[in-house]
């Protein structure tokens, strides 16, 4: 039930990215427009994420994720209704671009929380392996068919947006857990922040957390798809979604080799080399002016980012105690949001200064400088081998 939730959401949220990135650059012709919409739905995060993350430590998950699913069905309704204005301005798309940043806030704690909490630890590699496979397929799905139903009209991909929500919602409510009861901390200042401390007194998180926010903010190349698809490679709104699917299609086959083949040994090396890897793919992409050249360099950065999400997301519940584990993905929800959407906003930015092109090179040459510095900034985590060795470090009493 919890991979029917993870798949229809992502569904819903692919589809309504291709028809906004499409419509709010049609508006002006502004890449920088793109850049806002990243920020847009960046800045909630940084307020509400820390308390949301001690929410989903305090409440059961599944209701706090059904709430953020509630808040992106309104979403999807406010799209089809200012779609359906007309010729709608900027300020409204970046509205409700802040509102999916309250959604993502307030649920993602909760989501990324309640997995080790469904599965033996002994399986949790092969269990976000699986739940990425399930993730990068809707992703795969969701930009194409959203950029299929945009030829028919902005309004059936936002009509089908909150229909797929709304079978989230239901999947959300259903979900059962015997380990996902309320929790007894104290809602004061210093558990909120208990995630923040553990993570600073843990290298290993710190740097695989870290590592992640500076890779993925000098490397976001997908806020200017849409900019590529009209300028460069001249593909149109359905190119556009097969750009868009490009990423999650090497996300889709590193997950299910990971499955089969999950990383055993050197796991440190191997998350630092195939960050170095992915900031490669985006240097080839911003060189490209061939549409499969791009399409295959895209697919190859999803296909290790896939990789380091994975080790990533397995590192974290491994050392991290369930009874914290709400607040330090919520923690780990700021960084990698700031990578996503502050990232977007500063390739708009880059875009709008410099170009299109130039920005995508060298934010993908910055990523392969951010992991040769954690390589030597970072030795607990370089020196990381085998997963199944880590253990929860142990939780201070908040003072």
Known sequence: MFLIVLVTTALAIEMSFVAIGWQVYAIRGNPLDLGFVGLAMFLPLPLLALPAGHLADRFPRRTVLAVSIVIDIAVAVGLLIVSRSGSPPVWPFLVLAACTGVAS?????????????????????????????????????????????????????????????????????????????ARASTPDLASVLEGVRLIRRTPVLLGAISLDLFAVLFGGAVALLPVFASDVLEVGPAGLGILRAAPAVGALLSAVA??????????????????????????????????????????????????????????????????????????????????????????????????????????????????????????????????????????????
């Open 105 to 181: 806030a307030v649920g993602s704690p909760a989501s990324r929380a309640l997995t080790p909490s469904l599965v033996p630890e002994a399986l949790l590699v092969r269990a976000f392996a699986m739940r990425s496979v399930a993730f990068q397929a809707s992703a795969i799905a969701g930009p194409a068919l959203g950029g299929l139903l945009f030829v028919i009209g902005p309004d059936v991909v936002y009509s089908s947006a909150a229909v797929l929500s709304v079978v989230s919602l239901l999947g959300a409510l259903a979900l059962r857990s015997g380990r996902d009861g």
């Open 258 to 399: 990971l499955t089969r083949w999950p990383v055993r040994r050197r796991a440190g090396r191997t998350l630092l080399t195939v960050v170095a890897l992915y900031g490669t793919s985006i240097v080839v992409f911003g060189l490209s002016e061939a549409m499969w050249l791009s399409f295959l360099a895209l697919a190859i950065g999803g296909a290790t980012d896939m990789v380091s999400v994975v080790l990533r997301q397995t590192i974290l519940p491994l050392v991290t105690p369930d009874a914290v584990r709400g607040r330090v993905n919520a923690v780990e929800m700021v960084f990698i949001s700031a990578s996503n959407e502050l990232g977007a906003f500063e390739s708009g930015v880059a875009a709008a200064l410099v170009g299109a092109v130039p920005a995508v090179v060298l934010g993908g040459l910055a990523t392969i400088a951010v992991a040769a510095i954690w390589w030597r900034r970072f030795p607990a985590l370089r020196s990381v081998d085998r997963l199944d060795e880590l253990r929860p470090v142990t939780v201070t009493a908040a003072g």
